[in-house]
């Protein structure tokens, strides 16, 4: 069964940087997107960007260009994200998730890792 | 603020249905399929609807999808206890070159 499987928990000081791992199984790796979406507390769903593990593209939220850089290693099926200069805005759970292949949308998703930004 | 609109919360009787609208612009449902969500409280996103009105597999005909113009609706049928969560829309943004969510929609049975 298709699964993505996320890293556990962070806690960092502001200004540092995180990475974080989704792990896919269950079907071909290079066959479908992956994006990041966060959630702050108590808040909604927030795009971070996407990459295409196939032909190597990445899209990026504007807002976090300059900060965020996603990676994937094929031999692992193994998706990364690393958000440097982190504030306490960045606080949020974070969310890899699987785009359909040949259809629009989300079908499967991580669980989620908590990352609390705090001095 | 975000780029799609829902109304903060929507509420009916178990059985009672509900609408869920989400309005959008020329440049995200206007031109793109959107797909909604269902959130339980401290769980991850779950798919609801994809191409504005397939249901994936496993997921009730209680739940169904719609688009018009700029805007698209979830429905839900038969309310439940178990509906309760949150809801949200998606879709892809030409102009933002991105995608957009709503900013969610709690579903109250009461």
């Known amino acids: 069964q298709v699964q993505l499987v996320q890293s556990g928990a962070e806690a960092k000081r502001p200004g540092a940087s995180v990475e974080i791992s989704c792990k896919a199984s269950g079907y071909s790796f290079t066959s479908h997107y992956i994006h990041w979406v966060r959630q702050v507390p108590g808040q909604g769903l927030d795009w971070m960007g996407l990459?295409?593990?196939?032909?190597?593209?990445?899209n990026y939220a504007p807002k976090l260009q300059g900060r965020v850089t996603m990676t994937w290693d094929r031999s692992t099926s193994t998706v990364q994200m690393e958000l440097r200069s982190l504030q306490s805005d960045d606080t949020a759970v974070y969310y890899c998730?699987?785009?359909?292949?040949?259809?629009?949308?989300?079908?499967?998703w991580g669980q989620g890792t908590l990352v609390t930004v705090s001095s | 603020q975000s780029v799609l609109t829902q109304p903060p919360s929507v509420s009916a009787a178990p059985g009672q249905k509900v609408i869920i609208p989400c309005s959008g612009s020329?440049?995200?449902?206007?031109?793109?399929?959107v797909s909604w969500y269902q959130q339980l409280p401290g769980a991850a996103p779950k798919l609801l609807i994809y191409d504005n009105d397939k249901r994936p597999s496993g997921i009730p005909d209680r739940f169904s999808g719609s688009k018009s113009g700029t805007s698209a609706t979830l429905g839900i049928t038969g309310l439940q206890t178990g509906d309760e969560a949150d809801y949200y829309c998606?879709?892809?943004?030409?102009?933002?070159?991105?995608?957009?969510f709503g900013g969610g929609t709690r579903v109250t049975v009461l």
């Open positions: 998730a699987r785009e359909g292949r040949d259809s629009s949308g989300f079908d499967y």
């Open positions: 990459v295409d593990p196939s032909g190597g593209s990445r």
């Open positions: 020329t440049s995200n449902i206007g031109k793109h399929y």
């Open positions: 998606g879709t892809w943004d030409s102009t933002l070159s991105g995608w957009v």
